[in-house]
């Protein structure tokens, strides 16, 4: 991929270029959602095929994720997003990368400063991907590769067993 080159300047623009959605200005009150709530819900309410993203960023972090964890098993990998929902709101995940009952959340910023991640031990550490990241492929194709590793290395998340986002759907497999 050629170098791209944020036009960014402000952390909701960068959200929108990277995942092509912008987040609204949060100024109601928000459920006391769970972590668990909040992931099944933003599952359940995508606003792209989560195996095939609608940005050139997104495609391109999608698909160099996507060949580092294929495995025999085609088990599908889904990019869903989170931004302006409440797992947005609540635990600073803008997106996260689903594989296998694994999840590997993604804050996206445009300074350290940004960096809003709650502190809770039922989520794993969020991946922070910054303007710099994007913009070298170096870097980009590094953050990709901690994706990948992770959705292979991690362990399972119990709640997540069996569930698949597909087109804004959560699909229960039989057990």
């Known amino acids: 991929m050629a170098s791209v080159q944020i036009r960014a300047v402000t952390g909701r623009d960068f959200e929108e270029e990277v995942f092509g959605i912008r987040?609204?200005?949060h100024t109601g009150h928000w459920s006391l959602a769970t972590f668990e709530e909040a992931l099944l819900y933003t599952i359940s309410h995508q606003p792209w095929n989560p195996s095939s993203p609608q940005t050139v960023i997104a495609c391109r972090l999608y698909d160099l994720v996507d060949v580092k964890i294929r495995s025999a098993n085609n088990n599908p990998l889904s990019l869903c997003v989170s931004i302006g929902q409440t797992l947005d709101y609540l635990y600073g995940i803008d997106a996260?990368?689903?594989h296998n009952s694994r999840f590997v959340p993604i804050d996206v910023t445009?300074?350290?400063?940004d960096i809003k991640k709650k502190h809770n031990p039922d989520i794993p550490d969020i991946v922070i991907i910054k303007k710099e990241d994007i913009e070298n492929e170096k870097l980009f194709e590094?953050?990709?590769f901690k994706i990948a590793e992770r959705l292979k290395t991690d362990p399972p998340i119990t709640f997540l067993m069996g569930v698949r986002c597909r087109y804004g759907q959560i699909k229960l497999k039989s057990r």
């Open 23 to 25: 987040g609204k200005k």
């Open 96 to 98: 996260f990368f689903l």
């Open 110 to 113: 445009l300074w350290d400063g």
């Open 142 to 144: 590094e953050k990709a």
